[in-house]
């Protein structure tokens, strides 16, 4: 039989090393793992577009934001002012 080529013997080679690593060889592949997943951690989040047209399509949006914390601030001020009055009895039963 003829010798093998040198590009059997790569092949083999190859083979032999994922089939049967070496603790240096996977010592790199986890190298490797690690800085790809170092890598996607500082990733970028995607962005939603979806709020922005949202707020866009409004015209008046200011205004009626405004007008909608106006009105939950009058409503903790008239609950706070109603539990303050009960303040004295809460507890006393």
């Known amino acids: 039989p003829l010798p093998p080529s040198a ?3 790569v092949v083999r080679y190859t083979l032999l090393l994922l089939l049967q690593p070496t603790t240096a060889t996977m010592y790199k592949i986890v ?3 690690a800085a790809v997943a ?3 951690a500082f990733a970028p989040a995607p962005r939603q577009s979806v709020a922005r047209t949202v707020v866009r399509a409004e015209p008046d949006y200011d ?3 405004e007008k909608l914390q ?3 601030e009058e409503r903790l001020d008239d609950k ?3 539990l303050m009055k009960n303040i004295e009895t809460v507890g006393q039963n």
């Open 80 to 82: 706070v002012e109603e």
């Open 63 to 65: 205004a009626k934001f």
């Open 31 to 33: 190298l490797a793992l």
């Open 7 to 9: 590009a059997t013997n």
């Open 70 to 72: 106006k009105e939950a």
């Open 38 to 40: 170092s890598a996607s």
